[in-house]
């Protein structure tokens, strides 16, 4: 049984940087595909990055170059690693798994929120 688990969420300022996690616990990682998405308060959620098994990445247009998504395999984590962060970036952030590509994220974890003001 998959379970994922956020954590490196927080308030920071405009400007500002913040690197999330998300720990992967069952087997064939390596092979999996990885997303995190955010939705904010009264919106649809979001996918905002994603990391294939092969580490190909895609980004979602509002994030691309600020954003930066990585895998660790052998501690079977996915980061997120956020510069540059602007208030409209404040969300609930969920770290996502699948194992087939054309399939639908099926696995997901709590979230962590993502608040940016000053």
């Known amino acids: 049984q998959v379970q994922l688990v956020e954590s490196g969420g927080g308030l920071v300022q405009p400007g500002g940087s913040l690197r999330l996690s998300c720990a992967a616990s069952g087997s064939a990682f390596s092979i999996a595909d990885m997303g995190w998405a955010r939705q904010a308060p009264g919106k649809e959620r979001e996918l905002v990055a994603t990391?294939?098994?092969?580490?190909?990445?895609n980004y979602a247009d509002s994030v691309k170059g600020r954003f930066t998504i990585s895998r660790d395999n052998a501690k079977n984590t996915v980061y997120l690693q956020m510069n540059s962060l602007k208030p409209e970036d404040t969300a609930v952030y969920y770290c996502a798994l699948k194992y087939n590509f054309n399939s639908a994220y099926n696995y997901w974890g709590q979230g962590t929120q993502v608040t940016v003001s000053s």
């Open positions: 990391i294939s098994g092969r580490y190909n990445t």
